[in-house]
C-alpha cells in the first residue's frame, strides 16, 4: 500500500466524523419515524454508516502498519 499523507490521512478523519455522525442521526430518525417505510430506510442507512465508519478505521490500521505508524508530509 502507497504511504498516505498527513493531508490524505486528515481528510480520511473528516469522513470518518461525517460517517458516525450520519450513523447517529440516522438511528435518532428512525427510533422517531412512525412510517414504518421511512423507519426501516433510516434504520438500513445507519446501518450502512456504521460499516462505512469500520471499514475506514480498518484502512488506516492497515495504512498505519504498513507505513510503521508515520505518514509522510
Known amino acids: 500500500m502507497k504511504n498516505l499523507s498527513t493531508k490524505e490521512l486528515a481528510y ?3 469522513m470518518l466524523s461525517w460517517e458516525l455522525l450520519t450513523a447517529k442521526k440516522c438511528y435518532q430518525y428512525a427510533n422517531q419515524e412512525t412510517n414504518p417505510v421511512y423507519r426501516q430506510l433510516f434504520f438500513d442507512t445507519s446501518r450502512i454508516s ?12 492497515q495504512a498505519n502498519n504498513s ?4 505518514a509522510k508530509q
Open 12 to 14: 480520511i478523519n473528516d
Open 50 to 61: 456504521q460499516q462505512n465508519y469500520t471499514n475506514l478505521l480498518e484502512f488506516i490500521g
Open 67 to 70: 507505513q510503521g505508524g508515520q
